[in-house]
C-alpha cells in the first residue's frame, strides 16, 4: 500500500507514529497496533480498515482534537480507554456485533452525543462513559448483564435513560450524578442495585413515600437524612440498594416488614449506633457485610427461612453477643467468618420450634434462662437435640427466641 503521512509501516501494519496531523486514513492496512495514536492531540479524523476486529487498548487515547472516526462493521470489542480523553468527538457508530467494551473506553469524551449500544454488547467496562457531559440518551441491551461501576457517572445531559428487560445488576455509581434524568424505570429483572448507584440524582429520587428514604421506582436507593434514627421499610418494596444505611451513625433501629427478602450487601455497614433489628419470616438472604460494624447490637434473631447468609454479615460488632440462626444452616455456615471481629458473639442453632439446640458436652444449662446453648463458635450440634420442657419460643415473628424461663 502507499506510504501514509505520519504513520510507520511495517509489513502492511501501522505499527507507529511520528508526528502524525489532520485526517489519516487506514483503510488499506492489514492491522494496526495498540495505542498507536495515544496522546496524538494533532489528529483530527481516521478511517479505520475494513476487516479490523478490533480497536486495541489506548488506540486514540488523549487525542484530544478527534473529531470523527469510521469504524468498519466488522469490529468486535473496543479495548480499554480506546477513546478516552477525546474531548472533541462528536459521534461514533459503534457496530451491532460488538460484544465488548473496555474499561473507561469513551470516557471523558465531554462533546459525545450520538451512541447507541448494539444489542449483542456482553461486557462493558468500569467508567466506560464516565464523565461524558453532553450525552443526551442511552439505552442498555438486555444483553448487558451487569451495568458497571461508574458507567454513566457524571453524564450531566443524560435525560432519558432506558434499561431493557434482562438486566440483572446497576452497579455502583452506575448514573451517580446524572443530574437532568427525570425519571427512570428498573425492569423486573433486576435484583441488585449496588451502591450509590443513583447518588447525586436527587430530580429524580420519591423521599416522601417512606420517611427520610429515597426511593425510585419501588426501590429503596439510600436515606435522604444524614442524621436517621430509625426505618421501617415495608414489606411491599422492590428491593433495598447496597449500603442504602451504610455509615448512618445515629440509626438506632431497622424494621424490615414481613414481604421484604433481601438484606443486601453493607446495608448497615458502620451504622454504629444500631441497637435494635428486626428481620421478618420472608427473609431468604443476608448479603456480605450487611450489619458489618454496627458497634451497639448485642444480639440478632435470623429468620427460619434464611437460606443465604454472606461473608461477616455480622463481623465487627463490638458487643455483639449473640447470633440465633435455625438449625438448617448448621454445616453450611462458616460461623467464625460469619461474625470475625465480634470477639464476644457467639452462634446458637434453634429448631423450627424455636427450642435451643443442646450442647452434648455441657452438663449443666444456663442458669439464668435454663436454656441449652450452643458452645463456642465452631461447635457440633447433638444428633437428638433435647428441649427444656418449658420452652414455647416462636421464631416466626421475626424477633430473638422467647429463651425457657
Given at each position: 500500500?502507499?506510504?501514509?503521512?505520519?504513520?510507520?509501516?511495517?509489513?502492511?501494519?501501522?505499527?507507529?507514529?511520528?508526528?502524525?496531523?489532520?485526517?489519516?486514513?487506514?483503510?488499506?492496512?492489514?492491522?494496526?497496533?495498540?495505542?498507536?495514536?495515544?496522546?496524538?492531540?494533532?489528529?483530527?479524523?481516521?478511517?479505520?480498515?475494513?476487516?479490523?476486529?478490533?480497536?486495541?487498548?489506548?488506540?486514540?487515547?488523549?487525542?484530544?482534537?478527534l473529531s470523527s472516526v469510521t469504524v468498519p462493521p466488522t469490529v468486535k470489542s473496543i479495548g480499554d480507554y480506546a477513546f478516552m480523553g477525546c474531548e472533541?468527538?462528536?459521534?461514533?457508530?459503534?457496530?451491532?456485533?460488538?460484544?465488548?467494551?473496555?474499561?473507561?473506553?469513551?470516557?471523558?469524551?465531554?462533546?459525545?452525543?450520538?451512541?447507541?449500544?448494539?444489542?449483542?454488547?456482553?461486557?462493558?467496562?468500569?467508567?466506560?462513559?464516565?464523565?461524558?457531559?453532553?450525552?443526551?440518551?442511552?439505552?442498555?441491551?438486555?444483553?448487558?448483564?451487569?451495568?458497571?461501576?461508574?458507567?454513566?457517572?457524571?453524564?450531566?445531559?443524560?435525560?432519558?435513560?432506558?434499561?431493557?428487560?434482562?438486566?440483572?445488576?446497576?452497579?455502583?455509581?452506575?448514573?451517580?450524578?446524572?443530574?437532568?434524568?427525570?425519571?427512570?424505570?428498573?425492569?423486573?429483572?433486576?435484583?441488585?442495585?449496588?451502591?450509590?448507584?443513583?447518588?447525586?440524582?436527587?430530580?429524580?429520587?420519591?423521599?416522601?413515600?417512606?420517611?427520610?428514604?429515597?426511593?425510585?421506582?419501588?426501590?429503596?436507593?439510600?436515606?435522604?437524612?444524614?442524621?436517621?434514627?430509625?426505618?421501617?421499610?415495608?414489606?411491599?418494596?422492590?428491593?433495598?440498594?447496597?449500603?442504602?444505611?451504610?455509615?448512618?451513625?445515629?440509626?438506632?433501629?431497622?424494621?424490615?416488614?414481613?414481604?421484604?427478602?433481601?438484606?443486601?450487601?453493607?446495608?448497615?455497614?458502620?451504622?454504629?449506633?444500631?441497637?435494635?433489628?428486626?428481620?421478618?419470616?420472608?427473609?431468604?438472604?443476608?448479603?456480605?457485610?450487611?450489619?458489618?460494624?454496627?458497634?451497639?447490637?448485642?444480639?440478632?434473631?435470623?429468620?427460619?427461612?434464611?437460606?443465604?447468609?454472606?461473608?461477616?454479615?455480622?463481623?465487627?460488632?463490638?458487643?455483639?453477643?449473640?447470633?440465633?440462626l435455625p438449625v438448617a444452616l448448621k454445616g453450611g455456615v462458616n460461623e467464625t467468618n460469619l461474625v470475625d471481629g465480634s470477639f464476644q458473639a457467639k452462634?446458637?442453632?434453634?429448631?423450627?420450634?424455636?427450642?435451643?439446640?443442646?450442647?452434648?458436652?455441657?452438663?449443666?444449662?444456663?442458669?439464668?434462662?435454663?436454656?441449652?446453648?450452643?458452645?463456642?463458635?465452631?461447635?457440633?450440634?447433638?444428633?437428638?437435640?433435647?428441649?427444656?420442657?418449658?420452652?414455647?419460643?416462636?421464631?416466626?415473628?421475626?424477633?430473638?427466641?422467647?429463651?425457657?424461663?
Amino acid at each position: 500500500m502507499s506510504a501514509v503521512p505520519g504513520v510507520l509501516m511495517l509489513s502492511g501494519w501501522a505499527v507507529g507514529v511520528k508526528d502524525p496531523y489532520g485526517e489519516i486514513d487506514l483503510s488499506g492496512t492489514a492491522g494496526i497496533a495498540d495505542g498507536l495514536f495515544n496522546e496524538q492531540r494533532s489528529v483530527t479524523g481516521v478511517v479505520l480498515p475494513d476487516g479490523l476486529d478490533a480497536i486495541g487498548a489506548s488506540m486514540f487515547r488523549g487525542c484530544s482534537s478527534l473529531s470523527s472516526v469510521t469504524v468498519p462493521p466488522t469490529v468486535k470489542s473496543i479495548g480499554d480507554y480506546a477513546f478516552m480523553g477525546c474531548e472533541q468527538l462528536l459521534s461514533v457508530v459503534i457496530p451491532s456485533g460488538v460484544t465488548n467494551i473496555g474499561e473507561q473506553a469513551f470516557a471523558y469524551c465531554r462533546k459525545l452525543d450520538g451512541v447507541t449500544l448494539p444489542d449483542g454488547l456482553r461486557e462493558m467496562g468500569d467508567s466506560a462513559f464516565d464523565g461524558c457531559s453532553a450525552l443526551t440518551s442511552i439505552k442498555v441491551p438486555a444483553s448487558l448483564r451487569r451495568i458497571p461501576m461508574a458507567a454513566f457517572q457524571w453524564c450531566t445531559s443524560l435525560g432519558e435513560a432506558t434499561v431493557e428487560e434482562g438486566v440483572e445488576t446497576i452497579g455502583n455509581a452506575s448514573f451517580y450524578g446524572c443530574t437532568a434524568l427525570p425519571g427512570f424505570r428498573i425492569p423486573d429483572s433486576v435484583k441488585i442495585i449496588e451502591d450509590i448507584a443513583f447518588g447525586e440524582c436527587g430530580q429524580m429520587l420519591d423521599t416522601n413515600t417512606i420517611e427520610n428514604v429515597s426511593m425510585l421506582d419501588g426501590w429503596i436507593v439510600g436515606s435522604s437524612q444524614p442524621l436517621l434514627v430509625s426505618v421501617d421499610v415495608p414489606g411491599d418494596v422492590r428491593g433495598i440498594s447496597d449500603n442504602a444505611f451504610g455509615y448512618r451513625r445515629n440509626l438506632t433501629s431497622v424494621v424490615l416488614e414481613e414481604g421484604v427478602l433481601r438484606v443486601p450487601e453493607h446495608m448497615c455497614d458502620c451504622a454504629t449506633s444500631l441497637a435494635e433489628v428486626t428481620l421478618p419470616a420472608s427473609l431468604l438472604e443476608i448479603g456480605d457485610f450487611g450489619f458489618y460494624n454496627c458497634d451497639s447490637l448485642v444480639e440478632v434473631f435470623v429468620p427460619s427461612n434464611v437460606v443465604s447468609l454472606g461473608e461477616m454479615a455480622f463481623g465487627g460488632c463490638a458487643v455483639l453477643e449473640t447470633v440465633y440462626l435455625p438449625v438448617a444452616l448448621k454445616g453450611g455456615v462458616n460461623e467464625t467468618n460469619l461474625v470475625d471481629g465480634s470477639f464476644q458473639a457467639k452462634v446458637v442453632y434453634y429448631l423450627p420450634d424455636g427450642s435451643l439446640v443442646v450442647d452434648p458436652e455441657s452438663e449443666d444449662p444456663d442458669p439464668e434462662s435454663a436454656a441449652f446453648f450452643v458452645g463456642d463458635l465452631g461447635f457440633a450440634s447433638a444428633d437428638e437435640p433435647v428441649e427444656p420442657a418449658s420452652c414455647a419460643a416462636s421464631p416466626s415473628n421475626g424477633r430473638s427466641p422467647h429463651l425457657c424461663a
